[in-house]
């Protein structure tokens, strides 16, 4: 099972660069790394996905060494609403991209 | 396009009582999920589903059951409720491919006293 590992929390400021970096020593060679947030009593949603390299889109980048036994979420100038917490997701190993197993998310708190 | 709707949103159960949850998405997506999450804590996988008449068990299992006889619709079963089971139920849908990504519904809450 290709378990992922994230700090538990992160504190920031408004307007700072926050990365959450998530560790997955067992990702398979074809699976993809995907990102999610979630807001209190809400479902997790999609923020960014990537295979290697790097990958930006509106609202995030993606950090991914040669290696992919890491990646690196990267927030640009967070604001309070970015408050959250953060899952990185690989898939199962055996199972391929099927079983989607979560960690423990990382609990980010951004403040004035 | 509603995507992923939970039913019901909310439920408050007796110990030993059953009920079923229903997670219905008109995506077309083949995989379907359902996670619980405790107060304060991950999202944990109780079952999920790659296909149409198709379960597997995931990482909590245990007193819950499963069943996809349509496609759009994911059922999830409580036989004999217990106050362990009191959690927030989401279930979640993707594509097949490796970059389908999951669409989560509202959420359910049930309680269990």
């Known amino acids: 099972l290709a378990k992922t590992t994230q700090p538990i929390s992160m504190d920031s400021y408004e307007g700072q660069e926050v990365n959450i970096t998530c560790s997955h020593n067992?990702?398979?060679?074809?699976?993809?790394i995907t990102w999610y947030q979630q807001f209190p009593s809400q479902g997790p949603r999609f923020i960014i996905q990537?295979?290697?390299t790097k990958v930006t889109n509106e609202v995030a980048s993606l950090f991914i060494p040669a290696d992919r036994k890491s990646s690196t979420l990267s927030l640009p100038r967070v604001s309070l609403s970015d408050t959250a917490v953060y899952y990185c997701?690989?898939?199962?190993?055996?199972?391929?991209?099927?079983?989607?197993?979560f960690g423990t998310g990382t609990r980010l708190l951004v403040s004035p | 396009n509603a995507g992923v709707t939970q039913t019901p949103k909310f439920r408050v159960l007796k110990t030993g009582q059953s009920m079923t949850l229903l997670c219905a998405q008109d995506?077309?997506?083949?995989?379907m999920y359902w996670y619980r999450q405790d107060p304060g804590m991950g999202l944990r996988l109780i079952h999920y589903?790659?296909?149409?008449?198709?379960?597997a068990k995931g990482e909590v299992p245990d007193g819950y059951n499963v069943s996809r006889l349509k496609k759009q619709n994911f059922l999830l079963g409580l036989e004999s409720a217990a106050p362990s089971q009191t959690s927030v139920y989401f279930c979640?849908?993707?594509?097949?491919?490796?970059?389908?990504?999951?669409?989560f519904g509202e959420g359910s809450r049930l309680t269990v006293l």
């Open positions: 979640a849908s993707r594509l097949v491919q490796e970059t389908g990504e999951l669409f």
């Open positions: 067992n990702i398979a060679t074809n699976d993809y």
């Open positions: 990537g295979y290697k």
């Open positions: 997701l690989v898939g199962d190993g055996n199972t391929g991209f099927q079983k989607l197993v």
């Open positions: 995506m077309n997506h083949e995989y």
């Open positions: 589903s790659v296909g149409e008449g198709t379960t």
